[in-house]
């Protein structure tokens, strides 16, 4: 009979060789399940009737190939990766905010609601005043799960997601009855923001806009607060035993209610810079599922600050390729969803295949001398390994 | 007539939580074996998907139910295996599996949306024209399908030694592991389980509720789903107060739109999302928490010795 | 009845002496995890009707080899012969084959039912009402009674003992292996459980027993095989050797430094102090000058539906005392623990129940009665005293925030109030930890190793280290050598002496009664919330006889049959 073993995998890191060997074993654990999901993707097209080679050409090479596509792709990634910033913060401190879309949603409404009724136009401090009104109503919608989460125990997951349907019907309702510009034809739309409320554009005749430069400043912030603040370490601690945290003194809903605020103020301003950057004005679509698609780019990105760039810019691709693949090979936009979901399945693999190793065996009793060339090592107290906690384990 | 017209809402009420109900059915015998299957949407989707093409192209109304059963049962085992075999996050492929879900269904379907169905036939029961309560008794078999479900969960989880086996893994799975259950077999069972049931509500969708398939038709019923599977303390009849609730809940937002209100129409299709909060916050009151039975081991991985 | 069980009996002894095959042969097993050894070539034969001890230290490999036979881990090598035949791979064949096991943390659901863990343990597909009156004929056979239709939460610890017994027995066995049973048994319910134990083996069942105490061992069985780092040192006769000498072939070369270090620690009588079944008590009460602790009327339910509360608790630990506190685990140490610590406050109007240096600090938080000088080392290594998957340095800075004194000038300013982490200085106290206490396993990478990297005593050491690092005032400490090899005990036994005569006061709370009686100057006993008036040691000093006269008190009123028990009758001793 055949036998499959899995068992952990650690390097010893101080010595090169197990550097190596490690850098081996990551390359390959994150190569193979991203083939295997391209090869998926490609059986996908093949079943729509077009040729796979074509259809995986025209949804992640083609976009690429000018500078109005290299734009694009910036002007998409910089969103995720603000939204993915501030959900580092909750995935760490193991808090599931899975509603940043909801945020998202409502730092356009509060960088748009500014701007029509509370900044007069010609003050300097207006631009501000615009992100500072989208980090506030994200962080005040993230606030609600942070109170429910915190102070009734309510079920986090649950409903931040509700809370996104609900957002997503108030701004159906804002655009389409008391913000609906007047002279807007009866679209479901706002008035355009006035030029100088506009972020400006970097690069003559796309869609690239100061904006995008956001997302510098704030993978730095957050790498610092992650890493090397007391808030950071308060989360890590929270995030894989709560206990430790009650026992050393981090307040449990402190840590809820900080790390929501951060996360909703993050998805807020990357709505509201999409307003202020881009559309200028609220539309019903003004966010293509990004608050979800930031759930992914987090943790392609490992939870890591620089991850989520690397992360952003590849989950950005698939939006291009959906949008390109709807013109090329009439597949429905959704079909970006199949890569994404087939990317973080990818991650999930990953994760496991760096850390474990799978043998076959045939069969239980073996010669001695076969099993001492098994290098792989254990921790010394093998309780430690299989305690179950719900920590993101990637 | 009055009376009558008051059932009738009641039936209709019942029949609209029919695919919550599947799914939610499903779920909890997924989570009492400490599985959380976030990936409802997706499964659902996929059944209403696979179960709108199948009736289109095959013409049958069972094979249609079936497919979607099977499409979701397997669907739901690459969850299955990411979060069994490769102890992946639960949380987070739970979902993977929604995002994917959702993308493929709408690829599935691209070419189905506009296609129209008649829905699918009632049951008749016998002696409707006799009298007028009996005839509203006449739904489509997958309602029954439903209250049938419920009742066998019930059994299964409290009458029988296999459900015996899913609530043991599901409180400590070491302990299971311990005595020699094949942990992972149940939950991939449970799973399967589960999957088949989602892919049957969203079959319930495509074919009965709106017979047409349209991209992300389930509106977030997979997620409501899950909250009715706390509402329900984990206990499969008190499923039925629970979608009967929520389906009230959405139908009085269908009717209230008819008697045009002062109220904008999207408030009240905040409705249910609104009442899903409110019903958690709620129960999770110190008393009822006293009395929920929330399996042990929900959400946790399981990594077998070596 | 019990006509039925002496045939019984007689005709057990008739096949035991004509079935002269032993019933289970280990042969040369061997299992390696990595670079650990954890059994290399072990043997083993074990005869029908016999009680087999396996002695050896925490890690010596007994837990392994036990899975092992029990199927639950798949050796490297060897093989394992029941009757003569090869026993097939995995847990369910060795269930099969009639092989059970009382696991030390119970393998019990807490959810459950007694009668439906009974149902799970049993594979055949028996209906509920007859397994209900074959589990109430097993527990009249044995002797003891347990609850069958409360959920296990309800349950004591004794209890859940009783009905894990009962499981395995219930299956009729050959071959029950037990690890560490008595853990979590006062001592009069071992007793109970050692005649349970004898009348299986009279019956013919072969019985594993693994243990460290070498008493019971001497009590209980006939042979023994002596395990230490993964290999057969030693197969003693344990009715024939001496204690002593049984210690130092478990411990090995650890016994000559440890004797090394219990001569330092206590000159006076120079024996195996850390060994745990040689204790020596503490002669002399502390003066008692200054109070660090005083607890008065403490009342306090628990934060779970089923856990034990604390009703109208009173004592206080003086400055250079170690206080301890006897009582098996579950009746209220967790919520005395949280109420003491900080992480729980006490309900308004209650603040004067506790008082840290005169201070009354019910309402006051984890980090503001750190600053008034408490350390605490919890039971939970792993998630509650330390996390695993981060570094010792970020380890050490978890009980270090907010607390400005300490020894020296590094570690008073190592320390963050929020804001940025001085992580740098963090690394260099981490360091002075690791080589004060002489931490092994953090070599290669010092500070920077991560927690989970260490093995448990080391671990534990280093957590005990932390908490002495700002010099605290008063040291409470739960359960600090459970799972702990001997040399780490005696390091922290060590430790904890020396804590108390810098001036601190220690709070020791352990269901160990031999680390009690080795350390603590005055021992109450908790059972039930409720805690009893203190012993003070000394005068259990002058003779042996007095020594055991007081462990004998102990164990009753950790019983509940002390007399501060409301209801005696509930629990019945095995």
Redesign the interface.
Known sequence: ML?V????R?F?T?STQGARAHLRVLGLAAVVPLLVSLLLGGL?FLS?GIPPLHGLHAFFIAPLSDRLGLTELLVKAAPLALIACGLLFVFRANV?N?GAEGQFILGAIGATGTALFLVPQDSPFCLPALFLGGVIAGAAWAGVVAW?RAH????E???S???V??AQ??L??LV??PWRDPQGYNFPETALFESSLMLPILVERTRLHLGVLFVVPAVALTWLLLN???F??AI??AG??P??A????F?QKRIIWMTLLVSGGFAGLAGAVEVVGLTGQLVPRISPGYG??A??VA?LGGLHPLGVVAAALLVALTYLGGEAAQVTT?????????????L??S???F??FSR?RVRFTRA?????GQ??Q????????????????????? | MLEISWLAIALTIAAASTPLLLAAAGELVVERAGVLNLGLEGMMLMGAVIGFIVKVESGSWFVACLAAACVGALFSQAFAFFVLTLRANQVAAGLALTILGGGLAAVLGAGYVGVSLAPMPRIPVVGSELHPWLGLLEHSPLFWLGLLVVVGVQWFLFHSRAGLVLRAVGDSHDSAHALGYSVLKVRALAIAFGGAMAGLGGAYLSLVHTPLWSEGMTAGRGWIALALVVFAFWRPWRLLFGTFFFASVTILEIYAQGFSLAVPPQFFAMLPYLATIAILVFLSSAYWRGRSDAPAALGKTFAPPY | MEVCGCVFVTCACFMATFDVSPLLEIRAISKRFGDLTANDAISLTLRRGEIHALIGENGAGKSTLMQILYGRITPDAGEILLEGKPLAAGTAAARAAGITMVFQQFVLFEALTGLENLRLGLGNGMKPRALRDKALAFAERYGFWVELDRRVSELSAGEHQRLEVLRCIMQEPKVLIMDEPTSVLTPQEADGLFETIRLLARNGTGIVYISHKLREIRALCERATVLRRGRVVARPDPQKTELDAMARAMLGDDAVALADLAETEDKATGTLSAVPSVPTMPSVLPPRETTRLFVEGLTLPSVHRQGVGLSDISFSVAAGEIFGIAGIAGNGQNTLLEALTGERLLPHGQEQAIRLQGRAVGQLGVLARRRLGLATVPEDRHGHGAVGDLTLKENILLTSTHVTHGEDALVRRFACSGGWLRLRRAGMVAEQVLARFAIQGAEARGPDTLARKLSGGNLQRFIVGRGLLHAPDLLLVLQPTWGVDAHAAARIHQALREAAERGAGVLLISQDLDELLALSHRIAVLARGQLSRPFICADFKDSPAGKSELRHALGLLMTGLGGTSTNPDREKVL
Do not use: K
């Open positions: 036998i073993r899995i068992e952990p650690e010893d101080t996908i729509n599931w899975i429910l009734l125990r309510v079920n997951i649950l409903c997601l509700m809370l349907y609900v019907l108030l159906h309702w389409q009855s090397r603040s007391l950071g370490l890590s601690v894989r035993a206990r430790a009650r026992f050393a003194g307040s979800f698609t759930i992914i943790f009439q597949l429905p936009y959704a079909a970006a969803g199949i890569f994404q979901g087939l973080l399945f991650v999930l693999a994760g496991f474990h239980v009793q073996r010669p001695a099993v001492l098994a290098s792989a090592n254990l921790p010394a107290n093998p309780s430690a390994n299989s305690s179950t906690n719900p920590r993101v384990d990637l």
